[in-house]
């Protein structure tokens, strides 16, 4: 059946609930392109990631040949997102969704004969995102989960789901997911669509018009706040140019947390104290911190093989105070992390079961350090 789109406002909000609801229900996510794939291709198969891996999922960018060099700030960004950008895929993968973006029909989808087996499978849910309609075009998706319809590209349509996502305040609680539009999926949004849009020269449609506008004034939102801001950002190119320039600086955020890493029996964990926390805001913003810490705790998770912990100062400028971030391993189902917030009588946090964020102000707190290995040892204590 070729592809035609909506035909009401509904039908495509309806969509776009419905692979929502699958984000927050599902677990493990492979997402795939077409053959060859361009800028807008790999722009939205990480976009998508990123937005996955917001919810704490399992996720995984098969390509049957390396991502081309002049991507590679959007690979670095799925690297430093606990996001595996990989060439195989082992059998074993227990894959429940699969997410097909920018690929006109199932027969350009880029995959090798266990990709092609998984797309065979019926209980795996198969979400697709494209813009391309017409006549050489074929649903690839499950009916319902089709978000296929004229836009100027489909990293695009993942951030018209991110905008959606953004009103959803209940499930931003439970995931911890301050903004869904943080700075790195709006690159990666921003890169599908001035690459299939030259820059916004080839928008047709007032719809893709102002689609384009919004993103490039979350650009701009996001430069005004950030320690690299260049004064006389003029256009497009420029705030492109400084994104890319904010992934590298992220990077070197993630490394210089890292160092302060430490495992504790079945726990990771990493003490950033005022003095890092200084450092850390001289140098990087509040985007940088807030996705490395985040990435941190996750990395410290597996490597634990239960639970990773990231403790930090805020600064005084920012609040009074201590803010931590709890994940669980993928493959650790024995503990709901929220049992521990009610063990410790912890008022100020939440999450769900597999994450959790809270905070403690610092006069309750009077050795920082000895109190953050002690709460340490609390949690091995806890786990099952």
Do not use: W
């Not at 790195?184 to 047709?204: C, E, F, H, P, W």
Request: hydrophobic share 35%.
């Amino acid at each position: 059946m070729p592809k035609e789109g909506f035909k009401t406002a509904k039908q495509k909000n309806d969509c776009i609930e419905a692979i929502i609801q699958e984000l927050v229900n599902r677990n493990v996510f492979l997402i795939l392109g077409h053959t060859n794939p361009d800028e807008d291709c790999v722009a939205s198969m990480i976009a998508f990631a990123l937005l996955a891996k917001k919810f704490d999922k399992q996720v995984k960018i098969f390509t049957s040949k390396k991502i081309p060099e002049n991507f590679k700030y959007l690979v670095d960004i799925a690297i430093y997102n606990r996001i595996d950008v990989v060439t195989a895929i082992p059998k074993s993968y227990a894959v429940d969704t699969i997410v097909i973006c920018d690929t006109a029909k199932p027969s350009m989808i880029d995959a090798n004969r266990t990709v092609l087996h998984m797309l065979k499978n019926t209980t795996i849910r198969k979400i697709e995102i494209d813009h391309h309609i017409g006549t050489d075009s074929e649903y690839a998706g499950d009916p319902g989960y089709c978000l296929v319809t004229e836009a100027s590209s489909a990293s695009e349509l993942v951030g018209q789901i991110a905008l959606k996502l953004r009103a959803k305040k209940n499930i931003l609680k439970k995931y911890v997911i301050l903004d869904p539009l943080s700075r790195n999926l709006v690159l990666a949004i921003l890169t599908g669509i001035i690459g299939d849009s030259q820059m916004g020269r080839y928008l047709k449609s007032s719809r893709e018009k102002r689609m384009y506008r919004i993103f490039s004034t979350l650009f701009n939102d996001i430069l005004s706040t950030s320690t690299i801001k260049e004064t006389n950002i003029t256009n497009m190119n420029q705030i492109f140019d400084q994104l890319k320039q904010a992934s590298e600086k992220e990077k070197h955020c993630f490394q210089y947390i890292k160092k302060k890493s430490k495992v504790f029996k079945s726990v990771g964990y990493a003490i950033l104290s005022e003095d890092d926390m200084h450092y850390l805001y001289e140098n990087f913003d509040d985007d940088d911190i807030i996705s490395t810490t985040r990435t941190l705790a996750d990395m410290l998770a597996e490597d634990s093989g239960k639970v990773g912990l990231v403790s930090y100062y805020d600064i005084p400028e920012k609040s009074d105070l201590i803010q931590f971030r709890m994940r669980r391993s993928q493959n650790y189902k024995n503990y709901d992390l929220r049992e521990f917030l009610k063990t410790m009588g912890i008022q100020n946090g939440g999450g769900h079961e597999g994450a959790i964020g809270f905070r403690l102000p610092k006069d309750t707190v009077d050795d920082y350090q000895k109190f953050v290995t002690n709460m340490v040892k609390k949690v091995n204590e806890l786990l099952p």
